[in-house]
């Protein structure tokens, strides 16, 4: 609270009331004059001995007038009193929340940029490995899914202009997901990507010894998958975008300077596996599982804003609200953007 400010307060009501305190005044001006005009001016009454002393006639009319206006002044007392006290417990309210705000966006900004280190610290550790970078699992990615994508449209005949028809490239890309981050090992001899698979029509045991054999002959790609470097990684980055996008103490903007902090942080490559990670079952979490928009985190945040594509996959036929860099806002995101928490 600054100084003085509750003392302008009381002074700026006491300004609201000037006529009751012209009123008050007049009533003391009265209090001198009354007696003076009653026992003077003969015209108004007639005073001799029958009437009492003067002291008398200017107590009695005097004495009932101060009095009343000795109760209309401590009554008008105590009011100021209690108006300046309430003023007063409004300032020290008003001060206490703004103390206990200032001490949880502190803490709130301690415990983000704590996350913030962590994310570093796991980003390092996979560069830190031996042939090991997102540039690599990019390439380790595109492998896979080139494969696929060829061999099913292949097998089934397809259109070559498979990559229009987002049901079918997204199914595409969320089984060149699962087998790049869980291993050829771990899925070449079950039937969870069979299911994977029936649901492109496909349903031939050939098929599968074919892509696992073709498979083999990609000596960049880790067959036990890359669980061990990014299940952590996505998991940690999930949990510090969720923490800010929960306090609720923070409004949108402020929610979104601190999420645009851990996205600087995000080289291309790790916006480009984020957005195969988010559009796979395993990160579904992240916006197309959500029917909320204020909860669809992608786009909210603008997590991958730096890439409308890659290769022939095109960003903006999963995400058309995400306010890619050199692109205007769609008209829907100025309209999310009023509407966010």
């Given at each position: 609270?600054?100084?003085?400010?509750?003392?302008?307060?009381?002074?700026?009501?006491?300004?609201?009331?000037?006529?009751?305190?012209?009123?008050?005044?007049?009533?003391?001006?009265?209090?001198?004059?009354?007696?003076?005009?009653?026992?003077?001016?003969?015209?108004?009454?007639?005073?001799?001995?029958?009437?009492?002393?003067?002291?008398?006639?200017?107590?009695?009319?005097?004495g009932v007038i101060v009095g009343?206006?000795?109760?209309?002044?401590?009554?008008?007392?105590?009011?100021?009193?209690?108006?300046?006290?309430?003023?007063?417990?409004?300032?020290?309210?008003?001060?206490?929340?703004?103390?206990?705000?200032?001490?949880?966006?502190?803490?709130?900004?301690?415990?983000?940029?704590?996350?913030?280190?962590?994310?570093?610290?796991?980003?390092?550790?996979?560069?830190?490995?031996?042939?090991?970078?997102?540039?690599?699992?990019?390439?380790?990615?595109?492998?896979?899914?080139?494969?696929?994508?060829?061999?099913?449209?292949?097998?089934?005949?397809?259109?070559?202009?498979?990559?229009?028809?987002?049901?079918?490239?997204?199914?595409?890309?969320?089984?060149?997901?699962?087998?790049?981050?869980?291993?050829?090992?771990?899925?070449?001899?079950?039937?969870?990507?069979?299911?994977?698979?029936?649901?492109?029509?496909?349903?031939?045991?050939?098929?599968?010894?074919?892509?696992?054999?073709?498979?083999?002959?990609?000596?960049?790609?880790?067959?036990?998958?890359?669980?061990?470097?990014?299940?952590?990684?996505?998991?940690?980055?999930?949990?510090?975008?969720?923490?800010?996008?929960?306090?609720?103490?923070?409004?949108?903007?402020?929610?979104?300077?601190?999420?645009?902090?851990?996205?600087?942080?995000?080289?291309?490559?790790?916006?480009?596996?984020?957005?195969?990670?988010?559009?796979?079952?395993?990160?579904?979490?992240?916006?197309?599982d959500q029917t909320d928009d204020?909860?669809?985190?992608?786009?909210?945040?603008?997590?991958?804003?730096?890439?409308?594509?890659?290769?022939?996959?095109?960003?903006?036929?999963?995400?058309?609200?995400?306010?890619?860099?050199?692109?205007?806002?769609?008209?829907?995101?100025?309209?999310?953007?009023?509407?966010?928490?």
């Amino acid at each position: 609270m600054k100084e003085g400010k509750w003392f302008d307060e009381f002074c700026l009501k006491f300004e609201k009331r000037k006529f009751s305190i012209l009123i008050l005044l007049l009533f003391v001006f009265l209090v001198f004059f009354i007696p003076l005009i009653l026992t003077k001016l003969d015209w108004f009454l007639d005073y001799n001995q029958e009437t009492g002393w003067i002291g008398d006639t200017i107590g009695g009319i005097g004495g009932v007038i101060v009095g009343i206006i000795g109760v209309i002044l401590t009554f008008f007392a105590f009011y100021m009193q209690y108006q300046a006290n309430k003023i007063q417990i409004e300032n020290f309210k008003e001060q206490m929340e703004k103390q206990l705000e200032e001490k949880q966006e502190k803490e709130i900004e301690g415990r983000f940029f704590e996350l913030l280190k962590i994310h570093r610290e796991n980003r390092k550790e996979i560069n830190d490995q031996v042939n090991l970078s997102f540039t690599i699992f990019i390439e380790q990615f595109d492998l896979i899914y080139s494969l696929l994508r060829e061999e099913i449209l292949e097998f089934t005949k397809k259109d070559k202009k498979i990559e229009q028809k987002k049901e079918i490239e997204q199914k595409i890309i969320n089984i060149a997901y699962l087998i790049f981050f869980f291993g050829e090992n771990n899925y070449s001899e079950n039937n969870f990507l069979q299911e994977e698979f029936i649901e492109l029509n496909i349903k031939s045991s050939h098929f599968y010894e074919t892509f696992f054999n073709k498979m083999k002959g990609y000596k960049r790609v880790d067959r036990n998958g890359n669980l061990k470097y990014l299940g952590m990684y996505f998991r940690h980055l999930y949990q510090t975008v969720t923490y800010i996008d929960e306090v609720k103490i923070l409004s949108y903007k402020e929610k979104y300077h601190y999420v645009k902090t851990l996205r600087a942080q995000l080289s291309n490559e790790e916006e480009i596996i984020l957005f195969f990670n988010s559009i796979s079952e395993l990160g579904s979490v992240w916006e197309l599982d959500q029917t909320d928009d204020n909860k669809k985190l992608i786009t909210k945040y603008n997590l991958i804003k730096h890439q409308p594509s890659h290769g022939i996959i095109h960003f903006i036929n999963y995400y058309p609200d995400v306010h890619y860099e050199g692109a205007k806002k769609t008209e829907n995101r100025i309209k999310l953007e009023l509407e966010y928490t």
